[in-house]
């Protein structure tokens, strides 16, 4: 019964609010963009944004809007934003609800599987490679934004394309240049966008380094 009722609708091109009710558990509430011409017969790229900390009521949307979309909204993909349940990506209620959300997407439309990316800011980059890290069946790369990375990348196989600022005050600069340089070094596809000049706060100011992706993407894609 439960499989049943974990759907989201299919909808027309834009952004669109709503909220996944879950028996048993608290709703979800998501924000998603639909690109055009998204049809049954086509499969479309899929891509879960995560947001920063604070306050998660609409920081979904936020993301998706500041950040996430104009940068790689040329893709032509789903782009799935939740709201975390509270606390950080990695608690085992968002786990849960992030992994429901991604199941009830590729019910409602059909998703490419091969074409399947993470992505987030802050809290979000943190929660990116965590979802990397444990799930590296469901997503096909990983677009970690200014935020913490693992202490190590060990059996690391998914491609991540990393952007960061030099001048980030609360995620460092240099545990990301680490894990990056590690990665390379077991022959993983891994990049590393350096910003300058950009304090962590700016989420706006990051579009054109999350943009850089966009390439990079296709070309993990083919």
Known sequence: MMAVLMQVPVLSKGIH????????????????????????????????????????????????????EPALGELGAIIVSPDSLGGNWTTPENDRAVNQLMDAVAKSYNIDKKRTAVTGFSMGGQGTWYFAQKYPQRFSAAVPVAGFPPESAEGWKMPVFAVHSRNDEVAPFGPTVERIQELHKNGVNAELVALMGISHFQTNRFVEGLRKAVPWLKEVWK
């Open 17 to 68: 609010n709503l909220t996944m009710q879950r028996p048993g558990a608290a709703p979800i509430h998501y924000a998603i963009s639909i690109p055009a011409n998204v049809t049954p017969t086509t499969p479309v790229p899929l891509i879960l944004a995560l947001h920063f900390g604070g306050d998660p009521q609409g920081a979904g949307q936020a993301v998706l809007q500041i950040l996430v």
